[in-house]
C-alpha cells in the first residue's frame, strides 16, 4: 500500500458516518479531487448539442430519464422544426409529443416545454433568462436545469450539477456524506469548492462516472483518483476460495475434506497403533 492509499483509507475510516464539514482539510481534499479530474478530462464538456440558450434548455428537459445519446438523435430534427420560443409555444401539443416520443414520458415532457416556452414569450421576450430565480419558476425546469442551463450555456456559475453520477462519485470520493438529496449534495460541493470550479468539476465528475466509477462495477484499478479515493460503499470483490486459503496457510480443500478423505479403516489401524503405544 503506498502513502497515498493509506491516508485516502485513513480518510474512509475518518469519514464513516461522519458529515463533511467544509474545513481546510476537506476542501483540499475536494480540490485535489478537482485537480485530478482537470488533469484525466481537460476538455469535458456538456453531452448535450445545443447552439443556444433555448435549444440546451429544451435539451436538458428532454434528458431527464434519457440518455444523452437518444437526445441528441431527437434534438436533431426537433431543432429543425421548432427554432423559437414561439414556435414551441404554438406547436400542436400532439405534434410536439411525437418529435420527441422516444425519449420517454414525453406527453410530461411536452407539456413542459410548451409552459416553459409560453413562460418565455409572455415574460421574457422570448429569451430564456439568465438568473437562477427566473428560470426555477419555468415549467419542467428545476435547480439541475437551472445550473446546467447558467454554467454551459452563460458560463455562469449558480451551482453544481447535481446528478446521478455527480452523486455515487461524491459519495464514493467522501465529498459528501448524503446519499441521494441532491440540493444538500450540491450545497456540500459548493461549500468545499470555489464558484470558478463548480462549472467544470460536474462535466468531469459526470465524464468520469460513465468511463471509469461506473454504477455496479467501478473500474478502481484503472482509475486515475485511486490514489487520493477513500471510495466509500465500493464493496470490495473477496477473492476466490483457493486464494483466500492460500493466504490463510490452508489448503482451499480444508480441513473438513482431509478427514473425509481418511479411509475409516486406515483410521482405525492408525488408532489401534496409538493404543498400543
Ligand atoms: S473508480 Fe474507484 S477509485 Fe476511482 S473514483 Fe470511483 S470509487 Fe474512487
Not at 15 to 25: I, N, S
Not at 223 to 250: D, R, T
Request: proline content about 5%; some cysteine; charged content about 25%.
Amino acid at each position: 500500500m503506498t502513502a497515498c492509499s493509506r491516508i485516502a483509507a485513513m480518510i474512509a475510516f475518518a469519514l464513516r458516518g461522519q458529515p463533511v464539514a467544509a474545513t481546510a482539510a476537506a476542501k483540499r481534499r475536494a480540490l485535489d479531487v478537482a485537480e485530478g479530474l482537470a488533469r484525466l478530462y481537460p476538455d469535458a464538456e456538456c453531452a448535450l448539442r445545443y447552439s443556444s440558450p433555448l435549444e440546451l434548455l429544451v435539451a436538458v428537459i428532454l434528458s431527464a430519464q434519457c440518455t444523452d445519446e437518444r437526445v441528441n438523435i431527437v434534438t436533431r430534427d426537433l431543432f429543425r422544426r421548432y427554432r423559437t420560443a414561439a414556435d414551441y409555444a404554438n406547436a400542436p401539443l400532439e405534434e410536439l409529443e411525437q418529435v420527441i416520443r422516444s425519449t420517454g414520458f414525453y406527453r410530461n415532457k411536452a407539456k413542459n416545454i410548451q409552459g416553459c416556452c409560453r413562460a418565455l414569450v409572455e415574460k421574457h421576450g422570448g429569451q430564456v433568462p439568465n438568473t437562477l430565480a427566473e428560470l426555477v419558476a419555468l415549467d419542467g425546469v428545476g435547480r439541475k436545469t437551472a445550473n446546467v442551463v447558467l454554467g454551459t450555456a452563460f458560463g455562469i456559475p449558480s451551482g453544481v450539477v447535481v446528478d446521478t453520477h455527480v452523486t455515487r462519485l461524491s459519495n464514493r470520493l467522501g465529498l459528501t456524506k448524503h446519499k441521494s438529496d441532491a440540493v444538500k449534495i450540491e450545497h456540500d460541493l459548493a461549500a468545499l469548492l470555489p464558484p470558478e470550479e463548480w462549472i467544470n468539476f460536474s462535466h468531469r465528475l459526470i465524464w468520469h462516472g460513465r468511463r471509469v466509477c461506473v454504477a455496479r462495477k467501478p473500474r478502481c484499478e484503472a482509475c486515475g483518483l485511486a490514489e487520493i479515493c477513500p471510495k466509500i460503499g465500493v464493496v470490495k470483490k473477496s477473492p476466490p476460495p483457493k486464494v483466500a486459503a492460500a493466504k490463510s496457510g490452508v489448503t482451499s480443500y480444508g480441513a473438513a475434506k482431509t478427514k473425509k478423505s481418511m479411509p475409516k479403516k486406515k483410521s482405525k489401524a492408525l488408532a489401534g497403533k496409538g493404543s498400543r503405544r
